[in-house]
């Protein structure tokens, strides 16, 4: 096999659940029948990786100093949603009527990963806490080890700036039946038991 088209199935090979046969196969179809396409691509890779950054405010992907969310008059600058990823952030977007501003982590607290606090911007989100516009922040981590590890310090964060912290709540899926929920979603739930008014 050729260097270049080696060197591109192991450049495939960087995208999430592309392992060896998958990246070859890509590599081969683009060659074989889709050249046009592969060139789109390869051009829109390029100016993304080379044009795309990161908000200075949110820290979501940008093209522009200070994304379109972010410099927005529409958007209620007094709640702040914090997310693990900027997929958590166009999830929420999609799916929900919020209409507040964003901050994201780009990870979680990870201490054997070498992420800590400074990693993921908590100096930045201190100071926009800090600023007295926000008076509720949204925890909006995944409830794994590591994701609810950050959500405990994140509230922290929001106490002691004066900011009234909440998390998404976690538990029972809408539809689903009991029998089926999983051991740990179902305690989860059990524990985060609400009064019914």
């Known amino acids: 096999m050729s260097k270049l088209l080696t060197d591109l199935i192991e450049a495939l090979r ?20 889709d050249r046009e396409r592969g060139l789109r691509l390869a051009k829109a890779l390029d100016e993304a990786m ?3 950054g990161n908000c200075s405010r949110c820290r979501n992907f940008s ?10 008059s529409s958007r209620d600058r007094h709640v702040l949603c914090v997310v693990e990823s900027p997929t958590e952030l166009a999830a929420i977007e999609q799916a929900t009527g919020y209409r507040g501003q964003y901050f994201v982590l780009l990870g979680r607290l990870s ?9 993921l911007g908590l100096d930045r989100l201190a100071e926009r806490l800090g600023e007295g ?7 909006a981590t995944n ?28 538990g ?14 179902l305690a989860h739930a059990f524990g985060s038991r609400q009064s019914v008014d």
């Not at 093209?63 to 927005?72: F, R, Y």
């Not at 516009?133 to 949204?138: K, N, P, S």
């Not at 994701?147 to 964060?157: C, I, M, N, S, V």
């Open 14 to 33: 960087c995208l999430p659940g592309v392992g060896g046969k998958s990246a070859q196969r890509m590599a081969f179809h683009l060659l074989e029948r």
């Open 50 to 52: 080379r044009q795309i």
């Open 63 to 72: 093209e522009t100093p200070v994304c379109a969310l972010c410099s927005s």
């Open 111 to 119: 201490p054997l990963d070498g992420l800590g606090p400074e990693e």
């Open 133 to 139: 516009e926000i008076e509720e922040m949204i925890i």
């Open 143 to 170: 409830p794994t080890v590591e994701g609810e590890a950050t959500a405990h310090y994140l509230a922290q964060l929001a106490r002691a700036a004066n900011v009234k912290p909440s998390r998404l709540a976690h």
């Open 172 to 185: 029972v899926p809408l539809g689903g039946e009991l029998e089926f929920v999983d051991r740990g979603t």
